[in-house]
């Protein structure tokens, strides 16, 4: 008989394996953070003991969503300026609001607030893109979620660095800062191939395969900008990114609108990775990634909700739907992205996405316990002919009412335990009151 930290039983579990096998009345066992066994819950009192044994009836227990790419700071832009254009949405209300406000301490307010979230929408890693990475990966670390951090590129001064010189020390800083840390991993972010100049992407290339990190970057977001790079240079910003070197296994593709045939199959052929955001998408009317003819193609796509200043929230359950049901109607093909390959966007392919592979994205004997739980036993969700159907079609977030990260509960019965949600909110109201008073004078001058 061998003493575990944990053992959780439950009606069914998505394992998200190489064969999406699903479980029927199985236990994870866990033990110091990682799943050490999934067996039948008849055998488990045979084999296994522990003074943590939690029974979930109706509940599919899944790995916890990959949200594969956020800015997390930016909940607390959350409804600030809707129903515009991505380039107006930019230029007249978000980058203004940014230049008052982001410092230190509203992006740990933001991300902490990002963070809850996600924990209670059953999201148990996050991609994320922002100013002062190293205070966000602090918060992810102090709630207990896991994050790989986007170390910002972009060859203007913001509030982070004032040079070329500054964002790749600081990059640098905040990678070796984080590098032994069970939780936190990093990646270069250059923003977009319209605000990073050739000789700073060969420098990203460069910090990549010297710190052995992933690239995720905004590419092909709307038809504009590959108008606008085809008038200025002569050529889409993908070819130019492939001469520059920069499409390779390790980048992460964002958005991804606006892709031809010739491209896509390029994409397959180097190994990009393509994170998709289907609401964001659709929210600033910046077109549709066509994910079924990737996926056809074999290009991996992840899913990400980007931030909720274009959400706007930070739900991939919503997302994982969105995603299934627009590839459908795209393409005019009902069998497009089934159930099961919507959970694999929301999951495994963001941790390969992540280089986390390894780590996280399935309930693997193994892997470290990144579990959710979620109540199927509701209404909404019956009756249950498929789990993996009603988790993808019908379950909504208020559904997740457990959650484990490294094997440890960040969540039980909808309560999180590792942050004050009365005080984030307390926080959270100050916050809005400094924005609000900041956009009406901008209105009003």
């Keep these: 008989m061998k003493t575990v930290d944990s053992i959780i039983h439950a009606d069914h579990i998505a394992t998200v394996d190489n064969n999406d096998t699903v479980l029927n009345h199985h236990a994870l066992i866990v033990h110091q953070g990682k799943i050490i066994d999934i067996v039948p819950s008849s055998d488990v009192s045979e084999r296994f003991e522990s003074s943590d044994i939690v029974h979930l009836p109706d509940h599919i227990l899944c790995p916890g969503f990959v949200n594969a790419h956020t800015h997390a700071a930016m909940n607390l832009l959350r409804?600030?300026?809707d129903d515009y254009p991505l380039m107006t949405w930019l230029n007249d209300y978000i980058w203004p609001a940014e230049g008052q406000w982001v410092d230190p301490a509203f992006v740990a307010t933001g991300s902490r607030l990002a963070i809850a979230e996600m924990l209670r929408s059953g999201t148990t890693c996050f991609n994320d893109m922002y100013f002062f990475p190293d205070i966000t990966a602090v918060e992810a670390e102090?709630?207990?979620i896991r994050a790989c951090i986007g170390l910002i590129v972009i060859d203007f001064p913001t509030c982070w660095a004032n040079s070329g010189d500054e964002y790749f020390a600081k990059a640098e800083q905040?990678?070796?800062?984080?590098?032994?840390?069970?939780?936190i991993s990093t990646a270069l972010a250059p923003h977009a191939p319209y605000t990073v100049c050739d000789d700073n992407l060969k420098r990203v290339i460069e910090?990549?395969?010297?710190?052995?990190?992933?690239?995720?970057?905004?590419?092909?977001?709307?038809?504009f900008e590959v108008s606008q790079s085809e008038?200025?240079?002569?050529?889409?910003?993908?070819?130019?990114l492939e001469e520059l070197g920069l499409l390779n296994?390790?980048?992460?593709?964002?958005?991804?609108?606006?892709v031809n045939e010739q491209e896509i199959s390029q994409l397959n052929d180097l190994g990009v990775h393509v994170i998709h955001c289907p609401q964001s998408n659709l929210k600033l009317a910046s077109g549709f990634c066509p994910i079924a003819k990737l996926s056809k193609a074999g290009v991996n796509i992840a899913l990400g909700t980007d931030g909720s200043a274009s959400n706007n929230d930070l739900d991939m359950l919503n997302e994982m739907q969105t995603a299934a049901l627009l590839?459908?109607?795209?393409?005019?093909?009902?069998?497009?992205?089934?159930?099961?390959?919507?959970?694999?966007?929301?999951?495994?392919?963001?941790?390969?996405?992540?280089?986390?592979?390894?780590?996280?994205?399935?309930?693997?004997?193994?892997?470290?316990?990144?579990?959710?739980?979620?109540?199927?036993?509701?209404?909404?969700t019956s009756p249950r002919f498929d789990p993996i159907s009603q988790v993808v079609y019908s379950a909504s977030r208020h559904q997740v009412t457990h959650l484990w990260v490294h094997g440890k509960q960040l969540m039980k019965q909808r309560q999180l335990t590792t942050i004050d949600e009365t005080k984030l909110l307390s926080e959270v109201k100050e916050w809005q009151a400094k924005l609000l008073a900041f956009r009406n004078n901008q209105q009003s001058s």
């Design 142 to 144: 102090s709630a207990g």
């Design 174 to 183: 905040v990678h070796k800062q984080f590098l032994n840390s069970d939780l």
């Design 231 to 240: 008038e200025q240079i002569g050529k889409r910003p993908l070819k130019r």
């Design 327 to 380: 590839a459908k109607g795209a393409s005019g093909d009902a069998a497009a992205v089934p159930a099961s390959e919507a959970l694999r966007m929301a999951t495994i392919n963001g941790a390969k996405a992540m280089g986390l592979a390894h780590i996280t994205g399935s309930l693997e004997i193994g892997k470290c316990a990144d579990i959710q739980a979620i109540d199927l036993g509701q209404l909404e």
């Design 249 to 258: 296994s390790r980048l992460q593709a964002v958005h991804m609108t606006q």
């Design 207 to 223: 910090c990549s395969d010297r710190l052995n990190t992933p690239i995720q970057m905004h590419i092909h977001e709307t038809a």
């Design 79 to 81: 409804g600030y300026a």
